[in-house]
């Protein structure tokens, strides 16, 4: 009982984790092209020297400093939506979530080494990439079953409430 309960929150939790997990991939590679667009690997090639110095405790400082400073950032998005100024807040609240993925995948990217040197960081990484695997486990059916009832596959009855729709729409059309 208490599970089916809060199925609906796992769900939430875990499309919430792979909507990250997503962002993720996708800003690394967009961060590498901006790193070999502006003179930023010498920069990487710098901060690599400098994190193979240092310790593995001073080098989770150095993977959790640059995200700081943008939590004033966020803090201004949460005003601007208490005060309604709702695009506004929006497009910083969204450019502060992008910036931060991408510092952090590229602070990753350099410190990854050093920081996975220490074994609880490295269970908790093995352990953030096995709940990625469970929560697309869990929201992939969801998935399927939306994108089959949004194509008019299979044969349940949002399928065939799709397919009746999509016969009027074509009715409709060609009556023109």
Known sequence: MLRRILQ????????????????WDRLEPVVARVVAW??????KAWLADQVDALSPAMTLIVFIVPVIPLFPLKLFGLWLLANE???SAVVILVFAKFLGVGVA?????????????MAWFEKLYEFVIGLRA???ALVDPIK????????????????RTLRLIQRFRKSVHEAR
């Open 8 to 23: 609906p929150l796992w769900v939430l939790l875990a499309l919430i984790f792979l909507i990250e997990a997503w962002l």
């Open 38 to 43: 502006i003179p930023l690997r010498a920069f």
């Open 85 to 87: 100024y709702w695009l």
């Open 105 to 117: 995948a590229f602070i990753f990217d350099v410190t990854r080494p050093k920081l996975l040197e």
């Open 134 to 136: 469970k929560a697309k």
């Open 144 to 159: 399927r079953r939306i994108l089959d009832a949004l194509r008019g596959d299979g044969d349940g009855w949002s399928s």
